[in-house]
Nanobody
Framework: QVQLVESGGGLVQAGGSLRLSCAAS????????MGWFRQAPGKEREFVAA????????YYADSVKGRFTISRDNDKNSVYLQMNSLIPVDTAVYYC???????????????????WGQGTQVTVSS
């Protein structure tokens, strides 16, 4: 079992950048595909980005493609989400998740992820 803790959220103006981190403990993160999800107020949680356990492949939601970059450092047992050109609709609680199942990188279904962090708030002001 792995424990996940997100950090790096905060308040930023539109057009700004933030880098979210997800620190894993209890088990090496290299055993998992990793994903980022987000949940805006009054909306369902949605997929943002995913990365293969080896780092060999990534996948993004259309809404963040070209602006966000997911990466991982297995030696540091961490995963990151670099968010650039932020816009107000990016405001949400961002969650890190770990997936044991070997499914396609484009599989965005939440239930395929077994472990979740508590989330970090990102607020983008206009």
């Amino acid at each position: 079992q792995v424990q996940l803790v997100e950090s790096g959220g905060g308040l930023v103006q539109a057009g700004g950048s933030l880098r979210l981190s997800c620190a894993a403990s209890g088990r090496t993160v290299s055993s998992y595909d990793m994903g980022w999800f987000r949940q805006a107020p009054g909306k369902e949680r949605e997929f943002v980005a995913a990365i293969r356990r080896s780092g060999s492949a990534t996948y993004y939601a259309d809404s963040v493609k070209g602006r966000f970059t997911i990466s991982r450092d297995n030696d540091k047992n961490s995963v990151y989400l670099q968010m650039n050109s932020l816009i107000p609709v990016d405001t949400a609680v961002y969650y890190c998740a770990a997936r044991v199942r070997l499914v396609g990188i484009t599989d965005t279904r939440e239930y395929t992820y077994a472990y979740w962090g508590q989330g970090t708030q990102v607020t983008v002001s206009s």
